[in-house]
């Protein structure tokens, strides 16, 4: 049965923290429905369904608000400034641990990890997040662990990722659980993604 890949926006969402894995997932269906396979359906979910102004200035047009967002198989949260203000946003908060209790996975990017633990879908379990936000996340006394030096972490069927670019091995991670790994190999080879950083040689 086609499932459905929903991922939250709101003002202030760091943009590569989901940018990122909607190319994955995009990049996956493309690849299942080349092969005549039965593929998921993408969404952008917002609170009240607008246009979303992310943190470095990218405006996003949502697909969805909260009141008629479908049923999610996958939920994907992510991090930036904007966190911080919607930890405190009750309604968002309300949705994500409605949704989070039918979802086959939930998961999170950078500091979207907080909203997660705030939320109730990963409070008590190992999460990670950016490295510049562990120690208040672990201040926080949500998770029960809050590792560093992780790209992602898996407790049940909550996975978090690190920083920005972190939600891209762990969306190609996630599919790979979700199809197989050859299926993940070959969303990875499509998108040329094989890290080499610049300077990283220089000390």
Request: aromatic letters at 8%; charged letters at 20%; glycine letters at 8%.
């Amino acid at each position: 049965m086609p499932q459905t890949i929903g991922l939250l926006l709101f003002g202030g969402a760091e943009e590569l923290d989901f940018v990122g894995p909607w190319e994955v997932f995009t990049v996956s269906r493309m690849v299942l429905e080349s092969q005549e396979q039965s593929a998921h359906t993408c969404v952008l979910v917002s609170q009240l369904g607008k246009t979303v102004q992310c943190a470095k200035g990218m405006r996003v047009e949502t697909d969805h608000a909260f009141a008629d967002a479908p049923a999610l198989d996958v939920m994907l949260v992510p991090g930036g400034q904007g966190t911080r203000k919607e930890v405190t946003n009750q309604d968002l908060l309300k949705w994500v641990r409605d949704t989070a209790e039918t979802c086959r996975w939930v998961t999170s990017v950078c500091t979207g990890s907080l909203i997660l633990t705030s939320a109730g879908p990963a409070k008590g379990k190992r999460v990670t997040t950016h490295w510049n936000f562990v120690k208040t996340l672990r201040e926080r006394n949500e998770a029960s662990e809050v590792i560093d030096n992780a790209r992602y972490v898996r407790d049940g069927n909550v996975v978090t990722a690190a920083g920005v670019s972190a939600g891209i091995d762990m969306a190609l991670w996630l599919i790979g659980q979700m199809y197989s790994p050859e299926h993940a190999r070959t969303v990875q080879r499509y998108m040329e993604y094989d890290p080499a950083p610049p300077y990283a040689g220089l000390v």
